[in-house]
């Protein structure tokens, strides 16, 4: 089951207007799901492969998507599963307030979100880089010093960015989408010169465009960041269910075959591959499950 765009947007609004993000439900999401006989993914439309929706039928796929599937259906194997469209501004103040019960968006991992929300142990470590048409013949950050520069609202990337700006001294023109389709299409259309993001979304969103053989992700990384599911804070027995159940794939091996699922064999809807085949640094994790935050991983 899924949830209609339209009341997505008045939950939210209802969320920031009565200040309901600053709220904690009383009971804890385990006996929440219990009662409820439910429970309230919060997926995103356009973050492929992490977490997209599949065709007008409101099917939400990807690899966080089937992860957080895969994780509810172990620990709470009876709840009916309802799949709400949220957006990387949203979703932690939905959580906050107890309307979702998971977020299996691709969300960064970082200390100021720490003191929110709780996040499961890092099952994806991404590295944030830019798409560039082939022909602008743009090939590193220096390049984009003075131009116009999309990324998504809400996103780290932004930061990253000036982070950089200030840390070079340089400047960029950085234009916001609502979301990741919309900071694409600014580069597609030629009004942005490049689109900075995780690399993993970058090689989803390349892989579904119109013509993904013009685009093409360089550059050097400007950050790595992991990315994990989140839940409410303060409820360790929640967390300690998810975490059980992602090292119990971690050591089967099944998040592993997940992961080659979504980013290295064909995935819809043009059964393209994105061809990145598990880092390192992932494969680490597998073998040393935690649940750190971005900080940890500054260079």
Not at 216 to 239: N, Y
Request: hydrophobic share 40%; aromatic share 6%; net charge positive.
């Amino acid at each position: 089951m899924s949830i209609p765009f339209k009341r997505i947007v008045a939950a939210t609004l209802l969320a920031f207007a009565f200040g309901a993000s600053a709220q904690t439900p009383a009971t804890g999401t385990l006996d929440k799901i219990k009662t409820s006989g439910k429970v309230v993914l919060g997926v995103r439309e356009a973050s492929p492969p992490m977490a997209y929706m599949l065709g007008a039928g409101d099917k939400y796929v990807g690899y966080h998507v089937e992860l957080c599937e895969r994780v509810l259906k172990d620990i709470a194997p009876q709840a009916r599963l309802e799949y709400m469209a949220v957006t990387a501004q949203n979703t932690i103040p939905l959580v906050q307030n107890g309307t979702l019960d998971i977020g299996c968006g691709p969300t960064t991992n970082n200390t100021a979100r720490q003191q929110q929300v709780a996040f499961a142990l890092t099952t994806y470590v991404s590295e944030v880089r830019m798409a560039t048409k082939v022909d602008s013949g743009i090939t590193t950050l220096d390049q984009l010093a003075g131009r116009n520069v999309s990324a998504s609202t809400g996103t780290t990337a932004v930061q990253l960015l000036r982070k950089r700006e200030r840390a070079q001294n340089v400047s960029y023109n950085t234009m916001l989408g609502k979301d990741h389709l919309e900071s694409f299409l600014l580069m597609e259309s030629g009004r942005a010169d490049a689109f900075v993001l995780d690399d993993n979304l970058l090689a989803g969103i390349i892989a579904n465009s119109k013509n993904p053989a013009a685009y093409r992700i360089v550059g050097d990384a400007l950050g790595s960041e992991p990315i994990a599911l989140l839940f409410r804070k303060d409820d360790p027995a929640f967390k300690t269910a998810v975490d059980d159940s992602l090292r119990r794939m971690m050591k089967s091996g099944d998040l592993e075959k997940i992961y080659t699922k979504w980013f290295v064999a064909a995935i819809p809807p043009k059964n393209t591959s994105l061809n990145l085949p598990m880092s390192a640094a992932l494969k680490q994790l597998m073998l040393e499950p935690n649940d750190k935050p971005l900080e940890a991983y500054a260079k």
